[in-house]
RNA sequence: GCCCGCGUGGUGGAAUGGUAGACACAGGGGACUUAAAAUCCCCAGGCUUCAGGCCGUGCCGGUUCGAGUCCGGCCGCGGGUACCA
């Protein structure tokens, strides 16, 4: 009998599938297609466990669809431009697209042993100039739909390494690289215009039924809608060109408890009276060098500085209110301006407080009599839900008592008979920056002629690809700043307008852009156009997607913007503008960390490898062990799939990491956990190899129930696999092993029994089921063999148990025949001992007879 | 702070409002073996006066013939998010 080798197996049934070149797709009207893709990698040069996760699930989606006569996409590409690739060039040498490509090339390489059913046909890279080259075709007819255009924008400039740093990269004030004290600059930078589709990108994640809640709903508070009244204030004596101070409230309804206006130290009338006034250009500067991170922002104090300056309220001309610059207002949400509110509002009201500004209550508790201490009287701020009624003492209109909502509505209607503003519908999302001063990226592919200002490039032109080297030496990323800056002759061109002399835009593309039409690339890989509309109409939308859920917000987001804005170019049919019809969020993979300390007392990390029992293998040196947390390199938690794919094999890893933990959740790599699923398939191995060997018996007595409990396996590890329930589904499939195992039905029952098992496991096990299809006679391969399908018969046994309940606690069970009638079933019930002994002869008050469930006695 | 999710044996977890703990890990006992490995069989929520009984899905209450599941209020953990006017 031959041991089950899964180095051996692997290897020739890969190549089996290679030669039969099944995984490849191509359009055909005979089948329905089914589009399943997983987030694609950056190639960092090694895989990890949880990529091996990720492409597990989307693989096994894959399998099966693939078994229930669906024509498949399943395509894998590399999310290859970005940071990591120039940090590694400037820390050790080198160039970005030799580290990269070699990268790919390394991972590609760890990943083809897991034997995953992927089109390599269709396999690209972003950094390839095929595709950034489409993207900047992209970017042309965007740019010609108005979908991105120019502004002056506020960033954080590191003066040493010479780039803008996003928000994530300052850290207390502090270029992460350098050190250096970030500067705020302004630069021009391109912009798309992803907030004029807010509206529209909030509305639609109602039609996306099979995204997860969770996912919608962060979604839908990243975009964030508000209502409210959008008016303003005439100012007395300003500045020229400023007669009035345009504020946004989405609490019109305390318009009369209002004590003071505030303007952003960016606000075009700060930038105007500090031009005269040096105290309040030193409080704006400052304003300004403050950083944007959380923590920052929490313990910064709130300040203000008094212009002098008054308006009039709106109601009353003789109401006057101060004018502050307060260094808590935004200048790119709502007008950059707003009424302070101190009775409704905490921060205001901690800035009234300190500015001696006076406080007015417009609403109190609609109960009296309830200890409550009006802000006034040195209350808090106070601040119900507005689904609360309360009661107004100073409100604008409507009833005395009712909800803030009402009041709210009713303020607005108000203020705009009145002609005070009018209602307006703001978002959080604003439009997404994707100028990135670096080199790794896609060129924006735009050029800058003296005469004719900015151009669009031909786009006979493109791609516009980034420059190697330097007059015939590789580039220098050693050298701080962005390499197509200092260029000597990249920059040169002629302008695409007048032909003149011209300087090509050195920005390069926000990597999110990549990764925002990948997807889409996939239905026509090697096309001379960004897509074929024929292959996207065939092929789109992504059925399945699957990832992690740290995308949940800016990946998804962005995509579903580009699809939209694909659609208004004509390289998407209109059914995508929504381009993934179902998304899973899968866990991650944890292990625990295992740590012992310096003669310092500094944390030192192991890798699992060199623990064992509890103690460092080379010096038995006990190890402290912390609790499972996701890998990463610094713990150095981490688990190598290449050394799990060489101990166990590819299907060991691919069973452990849907076996244990439901897929949405982390699951935790135990070696424990590894060993115990390789000794299962090694059973598994024997067990039906075994039966494949055995001659030809004659049918016995358990033949029926065998048979009967392989339609229940596949009807239960079919739903399994439909509803992402992979642990379940495998857990049906050892109950049935052990089954399988201890049955005594005959030699032909048993081969059938054994086909269904083999056939079940093989999305998740592919290598080791083609084994063992082909030992036990299955015709072809297994990937190409149709799903079995359940006998709804055999589903149901004749007799079943059902279990008796004396007052809902169950007291005994009763054998009947399936289809009983219900007073049959009571009857019985009634003569069981449990319950005659409980009953003593009286009548029971009620009898619930659940039909194939359950009976429950009430006495 | 606000929004969302989750709390089930020693552990990971299973359970359309209907037998709580499937399946697996770790553990205990046994068979085979000179021995070990491998394999196979059995036990296993807690308590108990043990052919039985009582308790048990974070805590308190409710709805229901029946609640891990639904509702209300707490507690704990995890995630998202915020000077957003």
Not at 32 to 48: A, N, Q, T
Not at 310 to 321: G, K, Q, T, Y
Not at 381 to 392: C, H, L, M, N, S
Request: proline share 6%.
């Amino acid at each position: 009998m031959s041991r089950y080798a899964a180095a051996e197996i692997e290897a020739k049934w890969q190549a089996a599938w290679d030669k039969a070149d099944i995984f490849r797709a191509t359009r055909t009207a005979d089948r329905p297609k089914y589009y399943v893709l997983e987030m694609f990698p950056y190639p960092s040069g090694r895989i990890h466990m949880g990529h091996v996760r990720n492409y597990t699930m989307g693989d096994v989606i894959a399998r099966y669809k693939m078994s229930t006569g669906h024509n498949v996409l399943h395509p894998m590409g590399w999310d290859a431009f970005g940071m990591p690739a120039e940090n590694a060039a400037m820390a050790s040498g080198g160039h970005p697209k030799d580290w990269t490509y070699a990268n790919i090339a390394d991972m590609r390489d760890q990943m083809k042993p897991l034997g995953l059913s992927i089109d390599w046909t269709r396999e690209f890279a972003t950094c390839d100039p095929e595709y950034y080259g489409q993207q900047q075709a992209l970017f042309l007819d965007f740019l010609e739909k108005g979908l991105v255009y120019r502004k002056e924008a506020v960033v954080n400039w590191d003066p040493v390494d010479m780039t803008v740093l996003a928000n994530e990269q300052v850290e207390n004030g502090r270029g992460w690289r350098s050190g250096a004290v970030v500067e705020r600059r302004e630069l021009t930078q391109w912009f798309f215009r992803i907030s004029d589709f807010a509206g529209d990108l909030l509305d639609a994640l109602d039609g996306l039924e099979n995204w997860p809640a969770k996912v919608r709903l962060m979604q839908e508070n990243w975009i964030g809608r508000s209502r409210g009244l959008q008016f303003a204030f005439s100012l007395i004596d300003g500045p020229d060109g400023h007669d009035r101070i345009e504020v946004y409230t989405t609490r019109p309804d305390t318009l009369n408890g209002a004590s003071f206006i505030g303007v952003s130290p960016d606000h075009p009338l700060a930038r105007q009276l500090e031009k005269d006034n040096a105290d309040l250009a030193a409080f704006n500067a400052e304003c300004r060098r403050m950083g944007t991170s959380e923590e920052e922002l929490e313990k910064a104090e709130k300040r203000g500085f008094d212009t002098g300056l008054r308006v009039r309220h709106p109601f009353d001309n003789a109401w006057e209110l101060p004018v502050y610059v307060a260094n808590f207002i935004l200048m790119d949400y709502g007008t950059g301006a707003i009424f302070g509110c101190p009775a409704h509002d905490q921060r205001d009201l901690d800035f009234a407080r300190k500015y001696e500004l006076p406080v007015t209550s417009t609403f109190e508790p609609e109960t009296p009599g309830e200890p409550y201490t009006r802000p006034e009287d040195g209350g808090t701020a106070f601040v119900p839900p507005k689904t609360e009624k309360v009661r107004y003492v100073r409100g604008v209109a409507g009833d005395e008592v009712q909800t803030g909502d009402q009041a709210i509505d009713a303020a607005i209607d108000f203020c705009e008979a009145r002609g005070v503003g009018q209602g307006v519908t703001k978002y959080r999302l604003r439009d997404w920056g994707l100028s990135r001063q670096r080199y790794w990226g896609c060129p924006i592919p735009v050029v800058h002629c003296e005469a004719c200002g900015v151009v669009p490039e031909k786009k006979e032109n493109l791609p516009i690809q980034l420059p190697y080297d330097e007059g015939g030496t590789p580039i220098d990323f050693s050298v701080p700043g962005n390499p197509l800056d200092r260029h000597p002759t990249w920059r040169d061109c002629a302008c695409p307008a007048c032909g003149a002399p011209a300087k090509r835009e050195t920005d390069t593309m926000d990597t999110f852009v990549d990764s925002s039409w990948y997807y889409a690339r996939f239905t026509a890989p090697r096309a001379e156009t960004p897509t074929v509309m024929e292959d996207a109409e065939y092929w789109m939308n992504v059925d399945q997607y699957i990832g992690g859920i740290e995308h949940a917000i800016l990946h998804l987001l962005y995509s579903r913007f580009f699809a939209r804005a694909m659609h208004i170019c004509g390289h998407l049919p209109g059914k995508s503008r929504e381009p993934f019809d179902a998304l899973f969020t899968q866990g991650m993979v944890t292990h625990e960390i295992y740590q012992t300390r310096d003669d310092k007392g500094r944390p030192v990390y192991h890798l699992p490898d060199e623990v064992e029992g509890g103690a460092l293998k080379a010096t038995g040196e006990p190890v402290e062990v912390i609790p499972s947390a996701k890998m990463s390199k610094s713990k150095k938690n981490v688990v190598d799939p290449a050394t799990i794919i060489a101990t166990y094999g590819a299907d060991t890893a691919r069973w452990f990491v849907l076996s244990d933990s439901p897929p949405e959740r982390d699951v935790e790599w135990t070696e424990a956990g590894a060993e115990a699923a390789h000794k299962h398939l090694t059973r598994v191995h024997r067990i039906v190899s075994e039966i494949a060997q055995s001659a030809e018996g004659e049918e016995t007595a358990e033949d029926e129930a065998l048979l009967r409990e392989m339609h229940k396996t596949i009807h239960e590890v079919t739903g399994g696999v439909e509803s992402f329930g992979f642990n379940a589904a495998i857990a049906k499939l050892y109950a049935f092993t052990n089954t399988l195992a201890k049955s005594r039905a005959g030699t032909g029952a048993k081969r059938q029994a054994a086909r269904a098992l083999v056939q079940l496991m093989s999305p998740m096990t592919p290598h080791l089921s083609e084994e063992l299809w082909s030992m036990l006679d299955g015709a072809g391969l297994v990937a190409q063999a149709s799903w079995p399908v359940a006998d709804a018969a055999m589903l149901v046994d004749e007799t079943i148990t059902l279990p008796v309940q004396i007052n809902g606690k169950r007291r005994g069970e009763i054998s009947v025949p399936r289809d009983m009638d219900k007073a049959e079933v009571e009857k019985t019930a009634l003569a069981a001992d449990a319950v005659v002994k409980a009953l003593e002869g009286a009548q029971p008050k009620k009898v619930i007879v659940v039909p194939g469930r359950i009976v429950n006695v009430v006495i």
